[in-house]
């Protein structure tokens, strides 16, 4: 077994979101003490925006790939190497301006790859091509979003919800934490749910 965990809080010390992926690894690795756990710290190592020539490689068939191609495609033929071979993808990010933080958003543009990581097929539709990796996305936010209006300005976690499905990960569970800045009562709420949540993982 494999998890692969990818750290996207810009701080790196007292992150709320890191703290839980911590706590989510550790109970992981006592379930499957046997298991391979890859860290990708994409503040620490971040992870560069796509460019012309990665694009154009993306659309590029392999035999007609140049150098060139074959340069600006490598970090992302990694990063899909990685995600292939994870049986768990561990996630977790803080929501930054009701959305997605840019070092996330960076990671996704390199994985989310035509004919490698999803396809298109002949009546216009998309399918995933990620087969049998599970999804653990923990989230923290400062604001609460349980009420419809909140709820309505929350981009994170149905993006991520999308954009997971597109490739295959269709298994995805979401462990929010609230509040973080702003009520402390939901916050020690949410994180007592979270921990449950992640003390029944097998």
Not at 20 to 47: M, Y
Request: hydrophobic content about 40%; glycine content about 6%.
């Amino acid at each position: 077994m494999k998890l692969l965990r990818i750290d996207a809080s810009s701080r790196t010390e007292n992150s709320d979101s890191r703290k839980i992926a911590d706590q989510f690894q550790q109970k992981w690795l006592i379930a499957h003490p046997t298991g391979q756990v890859v860290i990708r710290d994409i503040i620490k190592r971040p992870i560069p925006h796509i460019s012309q020539k990665t694009i154009e490689g993306f659309y590029t068939s392999s035999e007609n790939l140049t150098s060139e191609l074959i340069e600006a495609t490598s970090l992302s033929d990694k990063l899909i190497s990685e995600l292939k071979s994870a049986d768990v993808l561990l996630i977790s990010t803080p929501m930054y301006n009701f959305g997605t933080p840019s070092s996330l958003k960076a990671w996704i543009d390199q994985i989310v790859r035509i004919n490698a990581t999803f396809g298109i097929n002949e009546n216009g539709g998309f399918y995933g091509k990620i087969e049998n990796t599970k999804a653990y996305i923990v989230t923290a936010s400062g604001a609460v979003y349980t009420s419809k209006e909140m709820k309505a300005l929350d981009f994170l976690q149905p993006y991520l919800q999308t954009v997971l499905g597109l490739i295959g990960i269709t298994e995805v569970s979401f462990l929010s934490l609230q509040g973080t800045t702003m009520d402390e009562k939901v916050f020690e709420n949410t994180k007592q749910i979270v921990s449950e949540v992640i003390n029944k993982i097998h």
